[in-house]
């Protein structure tokens, strides 16, 4: 592969927190001695009990315990806004941009002090305490921020949900977790669009049991009229009317779970993917600062959801934790036109912007144009995270969106991570397009191959991790065997990511995506599992298999093979109607791309359905099929070329 090499500029390393051979050293000290290290990066957060156990951490079979800081106690809250307040408590903790260009606010630290205050105390009157469920369906507006950091106030557990999630899957999340309060708004606005919450939140807990949940906290946002349940609902704002802004922050133990995140896999059910206090929050600061270079007085702008881990981690703790003033964006790209990112950096003045490349891509669409027209010269280091980033779009995002003057840091990591894992630093990491380059600091990647032997130098294989790093995931909740199982059975020892990669010679990691069934569609997780089982839960389907293939926007589309109930006709009235039901059963991101009858799926003797096969066949590459000597009925495969749907 022809691979192109972007130096480190002079301008980058300047003002850099440390250089290439800072970060080798320090690296190297990182994986040496993980206790000292970590003992000293503990000390970026305040500590009501200070920690004097740092790690205590087991990947053995049988016994997986990750423990971290374990006998330290804090509270994320207090880190994220009062110990600023001596400081800078006039300082703008958040800028909260509208959908409406013409809509947009500053929040100050002493503001956010006082609003987080007060949405805990509305919590805390509704019996929320330390480890109860608090599940949040919210936009992204300010009180998405309050709402997470008053939990965190009172040691209470949130759990967010995307509010792209249909009811179905927003009742199996509550359900999941037992949260017996529901904070959502009236209305999401988006690209202009209204979205019917409180509508989803009511249709979600009527497939509850009656007395599951007991309160819904609703914030107005549209205005518009909501039918409200009398006992249960409340509007926000008049409960906040009726407390003070003044709320202590509860005093928890660092293992103390922080949130719930909800997160699709291979097999079943998404998983609740458990993340405690302090390492947690130590991992995000610190990951914060480095990876984005981060110094006091920028404006960052994550652009990612509150609902993915991006948002958790990259709008709300990790900036604030040190410190930041940090954006929070309502709408969407391309909304009133495929300007407004650009435009919303020149209108902040945004220093650090960090994107996905389904974003870059579908602007790439609409040509320099929008973008040339912006000034975009207070833009110094642009991120990317979600999925792989295609060399075109680096390409672009760089030249075009960064006039060729920022670096572009390919961030590597997952909803289980809590943080980056694989990533450049600017001013000490020298750039490939379309590699995430090298390990963050504490970080122990090792490519294995299928047999799980670990391999040396330039190879290609399985991602693991050999060792903790305190923003690891702790548990799957309320499931401890699933935790390990899914994590760390495939490899004994080590925890498995799910993604392959290739590490070449000079040591740089290049993730090439997934090689479980999980489909990345625009950077968000699908398991081909769960979409399977909406289908199927169909009247007139019998079976389906679904795969992902390579879409131009998107990345990865759905392909979804179904099979009908005998006598039923597949035809185009049938497509939409099955990609309506899964819309409505699990929610827009889950909406196959592609719909194939198929009177019968490769299977082999035992009945294990080939998706190796299908993978091919959606790939448009049935040239190649591999051995197919197993298969119970060789000519279905035929019959699934001649009639594929992904033709050029
Ligand atoms: C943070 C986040 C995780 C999966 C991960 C991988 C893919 C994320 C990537 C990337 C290549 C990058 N992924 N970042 N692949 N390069 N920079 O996205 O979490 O939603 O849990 O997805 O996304 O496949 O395993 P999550």
């Known amino acids: 592969m022809d691979e192109k090499r972007v130096e480190v500029q002079d301008a980058w390393r300047q003002r850099a927190h440390i250089d290439d051979a800072g970060y080798r050293k320090m690296y190297a000290a990182s994986v040496a001695d993980p206790e000292a290290f970590w003992a000293e990066q503990g000390k970026r957060i305040d500590w009501m009990k200070p920690y004097t156990r740092v790690k205590n951490t087991s990947f053995e079979p049988g016994n997986i315990s990750i423990r971290w800081f374990e006998d330290g106690t804090t509270n994320v809250a207090h880190n994220c806004i009062d110990r600023h307040l001596e400081t800078r408590g006039d300082q703008t903790a958040i800028i909260w941009e509208g959908d409406d260009p013409g809509e947009s606010k500053h929040i100050s630290y002493r503001e956010l002090h006082a609003q987080v205050c007060r949405m805990a105390n509305v919590l805390r009157n509704r019996g929320v305490g330390k480890g109860d469920r608090v599940t949040i369906y919210l936009p992204m507006i300010p009180e998405a921020a309050y709402a997470m950091l008053a939990c965190a106030r009172l040691g209470a557990i949130h759990s967010i949900v995307f509010g792209g999630f249909s009811p179905d899957s927003l009742a199996g999340r509550i359900k999941g977790c037992e949260s017996k309060l529901v904070i959502t708004a009236d209305e999401g606005l988006r690209g202009g669009r209204k979205v019917p919450l409180k509508a989803n939140v009511d249709a979600a807990i009527a497939r509850l049991d009656k007395d599951a949940v007991d309160h819904v906290v609703v914030v107005r946002r549209t ?49 609740g993917v458990v993340h405690t206090t302090g390492g947690y929050l130590v991992y995000a600061a610190m990951t914060h600062e480095y990876v984005f270079d981060y110094h006091e007085g920028d404006v960052y702008w994550c652009t990612a959801d509150v609902g993915w881990v991006t948002g958790h981690s990259y709008i709300v703790y990790g900036p604030l934790a040190n410190g930041a003033t940090t954006l929070m964006f309502e709408g969407i790209p391309t909304y009133p036109s495929n300007a407004r990112f650009w435009e919303v950096v020149d209108k902040h003045q945004v220093n650090i912007f960090y994107t996905a490349p389904t974003a870059i891509r579908s602007l790439m669409g609409g040509g320099e144009g929008p973008v040339k027209k912006t000034s975009r010269a207070s833009l110094r280091v642009l991120g990317s995270v979600g999925e792989p980033i295609n060399p075109e779009a680096w390409e672009w995002y760089y030249r075009v969106v960064g006039d060729g003057r920022c670096p572009i840091v390919d961030t590597w990591w997952q909803t289980e991570t809590g943080g980056i894992l694989i990533t450049p630093l600017p001013g000490a990491t020298a750039l490939k397009p379309g590699s995430a380059t090298r390990p963050f600091f504490g970080v122990t990647p090792e490519v294995v191959d299928a047999e799980g032997k670990v391999l040396e130098g330039a190879c290609e294989g399985n991602l693991c991790l050999a060792d903790s790093w305190p923003g690891q995931m702790r548990t799957v909740y309320g499931d401890h065997e699933r935790f390990e199982q899914t994590y760390f059975s495939t490899y004994k020892g080590k925890y498995f990511t799910g993604d392959g990669c290739r590490r070449d010679g000079d040591g740089y990691y290049w993730i090439t995506g997934r090689v479980d069934d999980v489909i990345n569609v625009s950077g968000h997780r699908m398991g081909t599992a769960e979409v399977e089982s909406s289908l199927v839960a169909h009247p007139k389907v019998a079976e389906a298999a679904v795969v992902g293939y390579p879409h131009d926007l998107k990345g990865q589309g759905i392909y979804a093979y179904v099979t009908l109930n005998q006598g039923e006709e597949g035809d185009d009235a049938l497509r939409k109607e099955l990609v309506a039901w899964v819309r409505r059963d699990i929610g827009p991101i889950a909406s196959p791309d592609l719909i194939q009858f198929a009177p019968g799926l490769p299977k082999t003797r035992s009945g294990k359905i080939m998706r190796r096969i299908l993978r091919k066949i959606a790939e448009d590459d049935f040239g190649s099929l591999g051995d197919t000597s197993t298969l119970a009925e060789p000519l279905v495969v035929d019959d699934l070329i001649e009639n594929r749907q992904n033709r050029p």
């Open 223 to 271: 205005g518009t009229a909501v039918p409200m349940e009398p006992g249960r609902d409340v509007y926000y704002h008049e409960a906040a009317e009726q407390v003070t802004d003044d709320c202590p922050a509860e005093a928890v133990e660092a293992e103390h779970p922080l949130f719930i995140l909800y997160t699709s896999g291979s097999t079943g059910q998404p998983k």
